[in-house]
Every structure is written in C-alpha cells, then in structure tokens.
C-alpha cells in the first residue's frame, strides 16, 4: 500500500535535520491583534442590558398591578 498521499512531504536532508534555535525565536509578536470579539462585540451583547433592564421592569409593574387588584378586592 504505497500511497503517495498518506507519506510525509520530501524535505532534503539539510532541512529535515535542521532544528530552530532557540536563541534566535522572537518574542511576542509585533503584530498582536486583540480578538474580534473584543473589538467588535456582538449585537446580542449591546442589547443584552436593556432585555434584562425591560424584564426587571415588567416584574415590577406585574407584582404592582396583582398588589392593588388585590387590595381593591380585599377593601370590596
């Protein structure tokens, strides 16, 4: 089964030997991109507040409405 597509790539012998020093790799890249993410956040991200903000709101608003139904049926 020789399969030229499962064998490794042919590399001549100089660079197959050849280990990177050490000494020489760079630091942190020069080119450092933050991610997208932080860049760029999501719109689910910007709406987020303002869907928990209207959620607290309409809590408040229900367990007021319940409050004075209640109490006008109780004062009946």
Known sequence: MNNKY???PYRPKEEADHQPDPAKEEGPD???LPPRKTVH???KEKWLPYFYRSLLWIFILLVAGLSIWGWKLVML
Do not use: K, R, S
């Open 6 to 8: 499962l064998q490794p």
């Open 30 to 32: 020069d080119h450092y």
């Open 41 to 43: 956040p999501t719109e």
